[in-house]
């Protein structure tokens, strides 16, 4: 059964920083890319960054270029995204995303809020 587990989420003041974690497990993590969506209250989800199976390929989103960056370990089956210079529209639920054999798998989620 393929989980994802995502941690790192809490509340930071504007230019702060977080680091996210998702653990996945049930299926060969090293062999699927990886992605962080989000979703802001009232908003669509978005892809905020991906990764490919190896670590080499990355993509962002216009919005957190030169502010986030996605990285995995995949000795520990964990993805990571790195969140510096945090603003108050980065405020969101953070979702872990997978697709493996063209399903797609999600996270519960975690909670980012920028906030003065």
């Known amino acids: 059964q393929v989980q994802l587990a995502e941690s790192g989420g809490g509340l930071v003041q504007p230019g702060g920083s977080l680091r996210l974690s998702c653990v996945g497990s049930?299926?060969?993590?090293?062999?699927?890319?990886m992605n962080w969506y989000r979703q802001a209250p009232g908003e669509e989800r978005e892809l905020v960054a991906a990764i490919g199976s190896a670590g080499g390929s990355t993509n962002y989103a216009d919005s957190v270029k030169g502010r986030f960056t996605i990285s995995r370990d995949n000795a520990k089956n964990t993805v990571y995204l790195q969140m510096n210079s945090l603003k108050p529209e980065d405020t969101a639920v953070y979702y872990c995303?997978?697709?493996?054999?063209?399903?797609?798998?999600w996270g519960q989620g975690t909670q980012v809020t920028v906030s003065s």
């Open positions: 995303n997978t697709r493996v054999v063209g399903y797609a798998y």
């Open positions: 049930g299926f060969a993590f090293r062999a699927y890319a």
